[in-house]
C-alpha cells in the first residue's frame, strides 16, 4: 500500500505565500513522478505542477512564475512553494504521484491521489 499526506494549506491574503508539503510512504519501488492538481468548486480537476523522475516539470499557464515545485528524493517528498497567490487559486490541493509498488514491480504503474489540503486566499 502507498500513501499520500500532505500538509502546508490554509487561509492566507492575496499577495501572500504558502508551502505545500507531500510526502508518500509505504511500499514504494520507484515514484515516476510526483505533483499537485486542485479542483475549484464547480470546477474540474485542474494541473497545478508535476515533475518527472527526470525532473522535467510541467506548470499551469496560470502558475507559471508564481509557483515553484520541487522534490526530495530521499524522503519521497514533494514540496510546492506558492507566491502571489491570488483569490482564484482558492481550491483544495491535491497531491499526486505515479509509482512503482515493490509488489508489482517497475511493469506497473499506479496512480494516487493524496486526501487534499484547502487554500483559501482572500481579495
Known amino acids: 500500500q502507498v500513501e499520500l499526506v500532505e500538509s502546508g494549506g490554509g487561509l492566507v491574503q492575496a499577495g501572500g505565500s504558502l508551502r505545500l508539503s507531500c510526502a508518500a510512504s509505504?511500499?514504494?519501488?520507484?515514484?515516476?513522478?510526483m505533483g499537485w492538481y486542485r479542483q475549484a468548486p464547480g470546477k474540474q480537476r485542474e494541473l497545478v505542477a508535476v515533475?518527472?523522475?527526470?525532473?522535467?516539470?510541467t506548470f499551469a499557464d496560470s502558475v507559471k512564475g508564481r509557483f515553484t515545485l520541487s522534490r526530495d528524493n530521499a524522503k519521497n517528498t514533494v514540496y510546492l512553494q506558492m507566491n502571489s497567490l491570488k483569490p482564484e487559486d482558492t481550491a483544495v490541493y491535491y497531491c499526486?504521484?505515479?509509482?512503482?509498488?515493490?509488489?508489482?514491480?517497475?511493469?506497473?504503474?499506479?496512480?494516487?491521489w493524496g486526501q487534499g489540503t484547502q487554500v483559501t486566499v482572500s481579495s
Open positions: 499526486y504521484a505515479r509509482i512503482n509498488t515493490i509488489s508489482m514491480g517497475p511493469n506497473y504503474e499506479f496512480q494516487y
Open positions: 515533475k518527472d523522475s527526470s525532473s522535467n516539470a
Open positions: 509505504g511500499s514504494i519501488f520507484r515514484i515516476n513522478a
